[in-house]
């Protein structure tokens, strides 16, 4: 008889997809509200996105005990600075910065898939990307979670970033237009809801550019 043990994990992975399109003037965010564990949905309405600054946000998968602790901290830390510096955190600074928090973790990390997306100092959509330690990139798109695989190759198709070998280094942003991007980011969301059992519900659309944020909502598969 083959001796038993029970395994014992910190960690979960509770799924869920998350996109982000830059562009000339915005920058769209979008995820799924589904929070799963195995087979089993444990809430349908559980927002992944979550503002840090006036021009930058965050969307996170992956495991969302993390997720909200990571989120704590990068807030104390942008109040602080907002304290120090009397002005509002950039975009690419806050980037900098969830990687540090992330990298300071590596040894136990945050169990979290980020991709940050907002508007640089001058006006242009920007996005990074992130792995759970912290490396870090300036992409034009991205997507992050349990929905990835499926929506970066029709992202990769649809959008095709230049390499970032070429010299001189080209631009990142999307040659789409907002609405377009919109569409674009609603079409990958119905198309992966229908293979990946841990994206659905709703999709939670976050749009940056110089007017401000302002959100959209879609319906997503519930099944």
Known sequence: ?????????????????????????????????????????????????????????????????????????????????????????????????????????????????????????EGKGCVFTYDAVGSYERVGYSSQGSGSTLIMPFLDNQLKSPSPLLLPAKDAVTPLSESEAIDLVKTCFASATERDIYTGDRLEIVILNANGIRREEMELRKD
Do not use: E
């Open 1 to 121: 008889m083959t001796k038993q043990q029970a395994n014992w994990s910190p960690y979960d992975n509770n799924g869920g997809t998350c996109v982000a399109v830059a562009g000339a003037d915005y920058c769209v965010i979008a995820a799924d509200t589904r929070m799963s564990t195995g087979y089993n949905i444990l809430t349908r309405d559980y927002s992944k996105i979550i503002k840090l600054a006036d021009r930058c946000v965050m969307a996170s998968s992956g495991f969302q005990a993390d997720v909200r602790a990571l989120q704590k901290v990068l807030a104390s830390r942008n109040l602080i600075y907002q304290h120090q510096h009397n002005k509002q955190m950039s975009c690419p600074a806050m980037g900098q910065l969830l990687s540090n928090t992330l990298y300071y973790k590596r040894f136990f990390p945050y169990y979290s898939f980020n991709v940050l997306g907002g508007l640089d100092s």
